[in-house]
T-cell receptor, first 114, second 114 residues
């Protein structure tokens, strides 16, 4: 069974203090690893898709990286508006029955203090 | 360019009543996914539908829950005889094809059972 574990559960940083969020996964044939951002009372908002080990994607202050067992979301010089819950999810290879669904981790609740 | 639309945003039902949650996918998207998010928990896959077909319902409870995506109109998630444990946020996501990523999520329906 596909599994995703995110750590830490919660993280408080000062504005400008860089850090990383971790996503460890086990999946039968990785088709993609996804990062989403979720604000309170809202649905997940897509950030990145990573497809293979060694791949990196960047968007503003965020950079996502991928290895064969885990992914990191690096946050550089964060601002208060980066406060949100960050979700990691995996999608298995399409030839596997039922693999179209995403399996999500529990999320990391990030708070950036001004 | 409307995103995934869900309604109602909030729904209150008494135990034993029926709940109907609606989801209109993004324009051009013919694949719909339903997820449930319990308080302090991650998103859990429920069901994946294409127009007039249920493709994967492996995450749906065996009783009281049903989903449809008719040829015309929104996708409906129906919960009969609701119980307090059904209280959660229900999110819908859509994609243009089953091999297309990422999923785009709506802002959810928050169901409260009293």
């Amino acid at each position: 069974e596909d599994q995703v574990t995110q750590s830490p559960e919660a993280l408080r940083l000062q504005e400008g203090e860089s850090s990383s969020l971790n996503c460890s996964y086990t999946v039968s044939g990785l088709r993609g690893l996804f990062w989403y951002r979720q604000d309170p009372g809202k649905g997940p908002e897509f950030l990145f898709t990573l497809y293979s080990a060694g791949e990196e994607k960047e968007k503003e202050r965020l950079k996502a990286t991928l290895t064969k067992k885990e992914s990191f979301l690096h946050i550089t010089a964060p601002k208060p508006e980066d406060s949100a819950t960050y979700l990691c999810a995996v999608q298995g290879a399409p030839e596997i029955q039922g693999a179209q669904k995403l399996v999500f981790g529990q999320g990391t609740r990030l708070t950036i203090n001004p | 360019n409307a995103g995934v639309m869900q309604n109602p945003r909030h729904l209150v039902r008494r135990r034993g009543q029926e709940a109907r949650l609606r989801c209109s996918p993004m324009k051009g998207h013919s694949h719909v996914y339903w997820y449930r998010q319990l308080p302090e928990e991650g998103l859990k896959f429920m069901v994946y539908l294409q127009k007039e077909n249920i493709i994967d319902e492996s995450g749906m409870p065996k009783e009281r829950f049903s989903a449809e995506f008719p040829k015309e109109g929104p996708s409906i998630l129906r919960i009969q005889q609701v119980v307090r444990g059904d209280s959660a946020a229900y999110f819908c996501a859509s994609s243009p094809t089953d091999r297309e990523s990422p999923l785009h999520f709506g802002n959810g329906t928050r169901l409260t059972v009293t």
